[in-house]
């Protein structure tokens, strides 16, 4: 906020924190959603700014975003940006694939957000009785263990999507369906776990809730 036009850093800024009820994120409200991997376009690569929550990450993924909704889809998943190989994130949300009682997630390499909702998430998987494994995830190898029943169930994770299940995910020719289309039951245990923890209907022992006055 100053009475400069020009290519720089600004020197002086308005802060602002806005609050407001909302609704379900998708329109299916906790219902799975389809998701179409992308192979063509790159959202962010390890140096910029896909690590942080800016509106130029959201500019950068808008073009796919609606080439996907025309075909269906409800979110994209992005491969990572110098090889195009590697699960990274969808644009609202990271993501969680369930290996049985393990939970494996993508690593903060510098290109994905160090989401709250995905730090919560882990931390919570643990207590739950879940392992979890942040690790490189290859998005063949993917697709080869959803095929062979190795991978239970996908959700994802952010401030707006809270955890959201993966009914269907698709990558050039394959479609795979994931929990039969329904939500599993990690992520239906994790989602009730969380959202109790926010609503004040669980006890929060995280020390995650803090009272304002």
Known sequence: MEPVLGVKPSDHYYFYVILSPVGA???????????????????????GTGEAKTGGNYASSLKAGLE?????????????????????????????????TKIVTAPLTGSILS?????????????????????????????????EGKVTEAFGSGTAAVITPVGKLCYKDDCLQLSAGKVGKITQRLYDTLTG?????????????????
Not at 27 to 47: K, M, S, T
């Open 25 to 47: 994120y998708y329109a299916a409200g906790f219902n799975p959603i389809n998701i179409l991997v992308e192979d063509h376009y790159v959202r962010a690569v390890p140096g």
């Open 68 to 100: 996907a909704k025309k075909k269906g889809y409800d979110q994209v998943l992005w491969l990572d940006g110098r090889e195009q190989r590697y699960i990274e994130e969808v644009g609202a949300m990271n993501m969680f694939f369930a290996y049985g």
């Open 115 to 147: 989401g709250v909702t995905r730090d919560s998430v882990i931390e919570l998987a643990a207590t739950l009785g879940y392992s979890i494994e942040e690790r490189l995830i290859e998005v063949n190898e993917l697709m080869a263990d959803i095929k």
């Open 197 to 213: 923890i926010q609503t004040g209907k669980l006890k929060d022992e995280f020390g995650w809730v803090k009272f304002v006055e």
